[in-house]
């Protein structure tokens, strides 16, 4: 009896060595994987910010912003007709795709038939795999010709470039609200139609101020790859450096600069893009700071 109860914690022990060392190894390589993923983000953050130095120290970053003068001949980078552009293409891009998205999602979240959603679900998704440069193209085959003959002008404008990426995010703002409408307890339902609420009181009151988190998250996520966009914008807003307030003026962005003038650029004018990707930069990782922190705190109220 001795001998057994002495062999007993012996055998359980050999036992588990080979799950805790399995363990441990997966552990370890999921730390690489995280670390090896930091460091990626901190060299381009070294790589850009470096590269951009030299013209936001010559210049000065309030200078630079604030400039409305965009003419590399000249050694001159003022960047606010960019920044201006970028903001009017977003907004404008937000304001269509946020109202047809999040309707796309309440209908196949809440109204329609499972046969219907299964339908149209992979539809939606390959709206997500078109090539950029596929939407460039429709945009300036059919959509800046409509522009011209509806509102006069050479059509290329910030809102064709609205227009194009609204399309191309609508695909974020339907999956992610969808799945955040899905998720929400069914009791929410019930428990409000069971008061006699319409189903679309149900909706409008209860459904979407519960799913209010991840549906922002979803606009966030949809907005930094509005403003991180660069061949199909580029290819519709006819890339004039001057500071406009309306849409059917053309316009330049950040991304759609740096796509265009990349390849002849060097010396100053090369530094002077790397600012504007820095500047690009800063305002994509605040957006997604921004998404992470209403994520959290949808899931705390939650």
């Not at 979240?109 to 078109?130: G, Q």
């Not at 060097?266 to 790397?274: G, M, N, P, R, V």
Request: with cysteine.
């Amino acid at each position: 009896m001795k001998k057994n109860s002495v062999e007993t914690p012996s055998t359980h022990t050999i036992h588990k060595d080979p799950g805790a060392r399995k363990e441990k190894t997966i552990h370890i390589v999921l730390l690489l994987a995280a670390t090896v993923s930091l460091l990626a983000l901190f060299l381009i953050t070294a790589f850009v910010v470096g590269e951009g130095w030299p013209v936001m120290v010559k210049h000065g970053p309030l200078n630079l912003i604030l400039g409305t003068d965009w003419t590399p001949s000249r050694l001159s980078f003022g960047m606010l007709p960019q920044l201006t552009g970028t903001l009017l293409v977003t907004l404008g891009a937000l304001l269509i795709a946020v109202p047809l998205g999040v309707g796309c999602a309440i209908f196949l979240a809440e109204l329609s038939s499972e046969k219907v959603a299964n339908l149209l679900r992979p539809c939606i998704s390959l709206l997500a795999a078109v090539p950029s440069v596929v939407y460039g193209f429709l945009g300036v085959i059919a959509l800046v010709p409509l522009l011209r003959s509806t509102f006069g002008g050479s059509g290329y404008s910030l809102l064709a470039g609205s227009i194009v990426l609204a399309i191309m995010i609508l695909p974020s703002i339907i999956n992610i609200s969808e799945d955040t409408l899905r998720a929400l307890p069914i009791d929410y339902r019930e428990a409000s139609l069971a008061l006699g609420s319409t189903r679309w009181q149900t909706i409008w009151r209860v459904l979407l101020p519960a799913a209010r988190p991840g549906i922002v998250v979803s606009i966030i996520l949809a907005m930094g790859r509005a403003i991180g966009e660069t061949m199909a914008v580029m290819m519709v807003t006819g890339n004039r450096a001057k500071v406009t307030g309306a849409l059917l003026d053309p316009g330049v962005t950040m991304a759609g600069t740096i796509g265009l003038e990349w390849s002849y650029a060097a010396d100053e004018h090369s530094s002077a893009l790397f600012a504007l990707g820095t500047f690009l930069f800063i305002v994509i990782m605040l957006l997604n700071g921004v998404a992470q922190l209403v994520t959290s705190r949808g899931r705390v109220s939650q």
